[in-house]
């Protein structure tokens, strides 16, 4: 079987993204008697969709998690809701910033993560992790593949959902040293048990059954 683990290159003038340093970390490795294969997508608002449907076509994977990046988030952030809605606060990789505008106009107003959100949560944070659940993805390229990924694999009876990871140590050390960060071994560590719990079979996906917070960005 196969896991699908995304991530997504720098973007907003940085040059290393957390979320495909995990990925590719992760890529190659057996968790549950699953493969991992780690995907680099572009942070454009037409690459990323293309590069996820190429892979999901290829790999046909049972459990899909999708990363990218959150600065100023100081846990792992489980996301619950994709949102159909583009709202960009910054420019993608290739410029563009769309407003206001639907990711798809075929589709309703918002998925579910399938993710069993709070076990992961639970999970995390037994381990050490801080970990918590988002109610917003944002309205940017994160929010569109999230959005993108579960309208593709919506009643096909397969786990997936996005994961939002804070800022690494080096990148606050650049931009802004207030910025809350965690370690690389640290993310790496909180991924690969977010997929095993997944995996695991125990918990039941927890869509609509909002409890906590609100977004957390
Ligand atoms: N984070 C951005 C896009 C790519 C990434 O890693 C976001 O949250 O939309």
């Not at 940085?14 to 780690?38: C, D, F, K, M, Y």
Request: glycine fraction near 10%; charged fraction near 15%.
């Amino acid at each position: 079987m196969n896991i699908l683990l995304t991530g997504f290159e720098p973007f907003g003038g940085e040059v290393i993204n957390p979320s495909w340093e995990v990925a590719r970390s992760l890529h190659g490795q057996v968790i549950a008697g699953s493969t991992v294969h780690a995907r680099c997508l572009p942070t454009t608002f037409v690459g990323a969709p293309q590069a996820l449907a190429d892979a999901l076509a290829v790999l046909k994977p049972e459990l899909v998690i999708a990363l990218g990046q959150a600065s100023g988030r100081s846990e792992v952030s489980i996301e619950r809701v994709a949102v159909n809605l583009i709202d960009a606060r910054i420019a993608d990789n290739v410029g563009e910033r769309p407003l206001d505008t639907p990711v798809r106009t075929d589709a309703p107003a918002a998925y579910f993560s399938t993710l069993p959100v709070k076990a992961i949560r639970d999970g995390l944070r037994a381990a050490g992790h801080p970990a918590g659940l988002s109610l917003s993805a944002g309205a940017f390229v994160c929010n569109q593949l999230f959005f993108e990924l579960q309208h593709r694999l919506a009643g096909r009876g397969r786990m997936s959902g996005f994961i939002h990871l804070p800022a690494l140590p080096e990148q606050a050390a650049r931009t802004q040293p207030s910025v809350p960060s965690m370690g690389l071994a640290a993310q790496i560590d909180a991924i690969k048990l977010a997929i095993a719990i997944s995996l695991s079979g125990d918990a039941q996906p927890a869509a609509g059954d909002p409890d906590e917070g609100g977004p957390t960005s």
